[in-house]
């Protein structure tokens, strides 16, 4: 996969205790202590835009800004694609068991409900991998700091 490649990702987050923070139009965000899981799409390369979420120092830009910009990016599970995958994304994460997170997190271009999504202890990139519909897990490759 190069650097330029599209698709959507899912990057886990790890909150060592409850985090609260504004989140652009959402205002006040309260987040539980434990793993979050962010779905996000990469239309203009899946390498860059990972790696921007990796970094603490940016421009607060999307909402998932506020969170990694004081919290631990655990990595990423990126899904190469040429379509616009990112809600079939988050809606499979919804089937496996995550809890839904805040309303309209990360989906103000969407009809979604949230992009973010609380998996309480699960910090488990290859398992978020292995739990993808078997046409994006071949596809699928796991990105860490």
Do not use: N
Request: with cysteine; aromatic share 6%.
């Amino acid at each position: 996969m190069g650097s330029r490649e599209p698709g959507a990702y899912v990057l886990l987050v790890w909150l060592a205790e409850p985090w609260a923070g504004t989140v652009g139009r959402l205002g006040l965000v309260d987040l539980p202590a434990g793993t979050v899981a962010y779905v996000g799409s990469a239309m203009g390369g899946l390498d860059a835009r990972v790696a921007r979420h990796l970094r603490r120092e940016k421009p607060l830009r999307w909402h998932i800004d506020a969170l990694t910009a004081s919290c631990a990016p655990l990595g990423a599970v990126a899904v190469a694609s040429e379509a616009r995958i990112e809600c079939r994304l988050a809606a499979a994460m919804a089937r496996t068991g995550w809890l839904l997170g805040p309303r309209g997190f990360g989906c103000s271009d969407c009809r979604c409900i949230t992009h973010l999504f609380l998996g309480g202890e699960d910090r488990d990139l290859q398992g978020i991998r292995d739990r993808l519909p078997i046409g994006w897990r071949k596809r699928a490759r796991i990105i860490v700091p």
